[in-house]
């Protein structure tokens, strides 16, 4: 039997929040050298200088990454650190409703997507995901960004099917950015053998106190599990950098906009 524990968090590392941006991404690094975590799942790693400055602290504690390059940085924003070795592969969602606006053009660039990672030697594979930004808060069928949001799921449902087909053990995590409360979360929850260790608990994963989140906070981000009950059981669940944190000179705050989900499996097969 293994244990093996992950932490899925959006480091918000937008290119429009370049400020504290060294200061919060040391903050991440020192948190998760200090931790148990095995694996980690980031998202809005958007450029290569995002990359370095997670690579040149967490290295030597992970020795072990999975991306993919693209013009900017990694694919999708997309890296996943671990302990562990492993081997990662990107594949790309087909966008073909995005709203034709300016901010939504940003959307195209990014490249949404999936990076799976195939953990050696064990039974267990990690998929990191960062679905289309919803940028008017609405998710509702009457959204413009329904139709983009739906197609996703339907994607990123066939990755999950192709990654676990074998009958291994599938912990999928990520920014969805899907409201916990709409038509589009019970599309993504409908597939089957999924386990969601947080079902029962209504905690936003966005702090309120940032002003794109200010007026409205919800749960976007999550962890899922996909196979055979009996090849794994769920030990731990808790959620991450929920407080402020020590940032440089004597300042505190939050390391990022949105909260860290944290699960520890045990592979009994």
């Known amino acids: 039997m293994q244990r093996v524990s992950v932490t899925t968090l959006n480091t918000f590392g937008g290119v429009i929040n370049p ?26 790693v958007f450029t290569y200088y995002h990359l370095h400055l997670l690579l040149k602290s967490l290295k030597k504690r ?15 924003g997309l890296v996943t650190f671990s302990k562990l070795p492993c081997k990662g592969r990107y594949i790309s969602y087909k966008r ?25 030697n064990l039974n267990f594979t990690i998929l990191n ?12 069928r009457k959204s413009k960004y329904y139709n983009e949001l739906s ?21 999928a995590s990520g920014d969805f950015n899907i409201a916990k409360a709409s038509q589009l979360y019970k599309e ?28 409205k906070t919800n749960c976007v981000d999550y962890i899922f599990v996909f196979s ?16 402020k944190m020590a940032l440089e000179h004597n300042k505190t705050g939050y390391v990022s906009d949105h909260i860290g989900l944290y699960v520890q499996i045990k592979l009994t097969a």
């Open 151 to 171: 197609s996703e799921i339907k994607q990123f449902h066939k990755i999950v099917e192709n990654a676990h087909k074998n009958g291994n053990v599938l912990l």
């Open 96 to 120: 073909n409703f995005i709203p034709t606006t300016i901010k939504s053009s940003i959307e195209l660039l990014t490249q949404r997507g999936a990076l799976v990672t195939k953990v050696k």
């Open 19 to 44: 400020s504290g941006l060294n200061s919060r991404y040391a903050a991440i690094a020192r948190y998760f050298i200090k931790s148990e975590v095995d694996v980690i799942n980031f998202q809005e």
């Open 62 to 76: 992970y020795p072990y990454h999975a991306f993919q390059n693209s013009y900017l940085g990694p694919k999708g």
């Open 228 to 243: 055979n009950a009996k090849l794994y059981s769920i030990e731990k669940k808790k959620y991450v950098f929920t407080r």
């Open 188 to 215: 993504l929850i409908s597939y089957h053998s999924l386990v969601y260790p947080f079902k029962n608990s209504g905690v936003p994963t966005k702090h309120s106190s940032f002003p794109q989140t200010a007026l």
């Open 129 to 140: 995901t960062h679905m289309t930004a919803v940028l008017n808060g609405d998710w509702s």
